[in-house]
C-alpha cells in the first residue's frame, strides 16, 4: 500500500511557475513508476508526466514539454513536478500517481494509488 499527498498548489499568474511535491508513505517508493495526471473541469484525466524507478526516463505530454519537468528524490520518498512559462490552460487539479510497472505508461488504469490532487489555477 502507498499512500500519496501532493502539496504546492495555488494561485499564479500566466507566465509564472509552481514546484509540486508529492510525498510517498509505504514501502519500496523507489520500486514505483511515479506519474502526474491533471484533470480540469469538464475534462477528462489526462497524463501529464512520469518518471521510472531509477528516474533515468522520463516522459512527458506534449502540451507540457519544455515547460514542466518531473523529477524524483528517492531519499525522501518525494516526486516532484517543476512548472515554468504557466498557461491559464494548465489549470486544474494535479494528481500524483504510483504504478508498479517497471516500464513507462501514461495508462490512467494502470497505476495502482492516486493522490487527492492539488489545484493550481493560472489567471491570464
Known amino acids: 500500500q502507498v499512500l500519496l499527498v501532493e502539496s504546492g498548489g495555488g494561485l499564479v499568474q500566466a507566465g509564472g511557475s509552481l514546484r509540486l511535491s508529492c510525498a510517498a508513505s509505504g514501502r519500496s517508493f523507489s520500486s514505483y513508476t511515479m506519474g502526474w495526471f491533471r484533470q480540469a473541469p469538464g475534462k477528462e484525466r489526462e497524463f501529464v508526466a512520469a518518471m521510472t524507478q531509477s528516474g533515468f526516463s522520463t516522459y512527458s505530454s506534449d502540451s507540457v514539454k519544455g515547460r514542466f519537468t518531473i523529477s524524483r528524490d528517492n531519499a525522501k520518498n518525494t516526486v516532484y513536478l517543476q512548472m515554468i512559462s504557466l498557461k491559464p490552460e494548465d489549470t486544474a487539479v494535479y494528481y500524483c500517481?504510483?504504478?508498479?510497472?517497471?516500464?513507462?505508461?501514461?495508462?490512467?488504469?494502470?497505476?495502482?494509488?492516486w493522490g487527492q490532487g492539488t489545484q493550481v489555477t493560472v489567471s491570464s
Open positions: 500517481a504510483a504504478t508498479a510497472l517497471t516500464y513507462f505508461t501514461s495508462s490512467i488504469r494502470q497505476y495502482d494509488y
